[in-house]
């Protein structure tokens, strides 16, 4: 057997294997479907684009456009390296079976496998659309030369990047096996991450991120791609610089090829730390909590303490709760940006709050059991203790949390001291109510089997369909408050009826109350009978 | 350098995970063509030891042999060594048949002989009719048949088994008990670990108990039950509750504690036709420290 024809078996099963994978799941297979439905449009005016752009620079030599096309590849090389880094850490560097692999060919074999496998993915998308875009930019700048030119720059790009991407993945994930700090906070440094990602997009701040990477990037080899994709074109390329991109990425892959072998072996055959998960055992379980199992009938405090010791220990399984943060992130970043609190901040909190509190333990009253569903079913009058314990420990959590928050953000903004108030009731009795709320629907489209939440880590978490009924639910129970509150409704309605202003939010804020409180009184008595008259399948 | 005296060789050989000993100070000399059984509770570290073995941990110190190659040549250990790990490494989305092939076109098998081998082992596992179906949905016995073949596809001098009968129904299990007993008579060498030890008293040639990382004792299973025949009807669960029990008390009344063997009224001496088969090595092991 040559020596690349192992890296190529390895790539093409584990292409197959994605590729059924992906057919055998009818969700993720939509999900492509409508991506690429969407992509359409995009990519035949992308063409049409690369047509016109063909035109405009044809012969044109002034010094911008160069730049703007080494910029343009320099930007593309740190997509290419960022999206394949992040692919390379969640997906490509954990292969499944690594043990069976690793007693039958080498490391090298491996690594050089799920390389060719990102490699062959990435070329199916952009190789197609490039190749189309490069004959397009061709025609309209009349330049046969500039397809081959194109092409080759494209591929460099993609032949230098991806290695890239993963020499960055193995060494985080070098770091991460190695690190105990980072091995415990992993998680925490994900949420983060995650959050920080969203909160770039929907604030249009990626560029200030980027630049700097631009710029640290522009002196170095990586601008000559631009060089090479635009010979032929007349607007000032360097023939020696797109030589040079060649020269460069070839000297660039037998590096990356050899750090990506001693990077993989470091990390496939290290030890890595062991975290043990010791907990001190106190003399009474009740002390930790205080005076909560006073309050609490004894079933209830047994289902919220273990709620929260089950949270504490596995975030992971709370991983619904990140949508709402992810909304909220917009908003904060805005206000910190702006440096001013608008009238909707404390809205965001307040329904984001509310969201989150209802997500967190009772979406999935059932399932969350997990294999002790069985004797909990057993055991005397679980429904009750089951449906309110899960929504005490979320509303217990959450809810003063959201209450603060929402006061603090509301104080700071232009709403007055009495709309404020009418908030912390809205904050108070929503995050409450979303619980309640969440435990009906829960019950009715439970999870019971745990499902992949990373790519090494299962966990029970409520369902999709759950969730986003359950979202729904939330809004509408919320939409009178924030309509009541919001500045230009608030301020319309009450020109119309005649009231001030704070009587409209209150108004608001007493039909959420009431709506919150009709549906979870409902939802509970839904899940309380669903919960009594369970059966194992 | 390689060495040609035993199929699987192990001096001294230690793991430690920090302050942790997982292994420690392990000999191991294993003839060709034997069954080697790997006894000890859970936690004791024999997959710890199976995993320097097959070179897919570092030791911490020490060294061992496969075959002659040391295990920090890992391209010369793969080649000789077939590994069943305790969850089969098979991929849920292939075929059973796709899987098997897969794996040989790895070994480099050639594609007729790859062929026949297949299509022999999936026969003899009664897996022919499920071949071509994807391995998501086989049962856990046939995961387990189709890991087995992959581990001896190749025809490896030495397999690591671990737990290989696990999940098995009656028929299937005595099938693979069959083929590992074939398997010496070819002059292949299993290193076997197993908590089933009817199995290893079937099988093993010599037996091993590792006990917090420590071998604690060896020997052929006649020589290990001999020693202990204080009453009558010792068996192998007899030795292994006793040579793992904490120092002092004793787990079974019948035996004595885990210092046996060097009692001359009652261990190796009981039987002069073992006596020379077994060696103690918590005694040694305690001198060590």
Redesign the interface.
Known sequence: MTRGTRPRLVARIELRRRWRTIKGNTTQLLAIAFVAVMLLPFSLAGVLGAYLAGGFVAGSETEPLIDWARMAFVYGWIFVVGFGGYRAYAVALRPDNLDGLLTTVSHRDVIGGLILTELALWSAFFLTIGSAAAVAFAAGAGSVLTIPALLLALCLVLVTGLPAGFLLALGVRNAGVRSRLLSRLRTLFLVFLGVGYFALISTNAFASVLEPIYRVLAPTPIDWFGDLAAVGLGIGASPFRAIGAVGFSIAFVVAAVASLYRLAEWLWYADGVHVTHEVERSADGASRFGGLSRVLSRPVFGVVAVDWKRARRSPISLSFALYPLIVLAGPIVTAVQTGEVGTGLPLWILVCGTWVAGSLFALNVLGQEGAALPVTLLSEAPERSLVVGHVVSGALLIAPVTVAATVVAGLLSPHSAPAVASLGVSALVLSVGSGAIGTGIGVGFPRLEAVSVSRSTKAIVPSVFAFVIYSAAVLVVALPTVVAHSGVASHALASIVGVDRFVIGLVGTVVSAVIACFVGVGSMYVARDRVRGYRLG | MTRNTHAIEARDLTKR??T?TAVDGLDLHVERGTVYGFLGPNGAGKTTAMRML?????PTDGEAWIDGNPVSD??AI?AS???L?EEP???D??TGREQLE??G????LPAAEMTTRIEGWLDRFDLEGDADK?IEDYSKGMRQKVGLI?ALLHEPDVVFLDEPTSGLDPRAARTVLDVIAELTDDDHTVFLSTHILSVVEELADVVGVLYEGDLVTEGSPAALTARVEAEEGTTLEDVFLSVTAERGPVASGSVPGPNLGSDPESGSGSDPRHAGDTTDRQDERADDR
Do not use: A, K, N
Not at chain 2, 105 to 108: A, E, G, K, N, V
């Open positions: 995970f920090g942790e097959t070179s897919l941990t570092r890992r391209d793969r060594i077939g590994y790990p490494p098979v991929f989305e292939l897969y794996f076109r790895l070994r480099d994807r992959q």
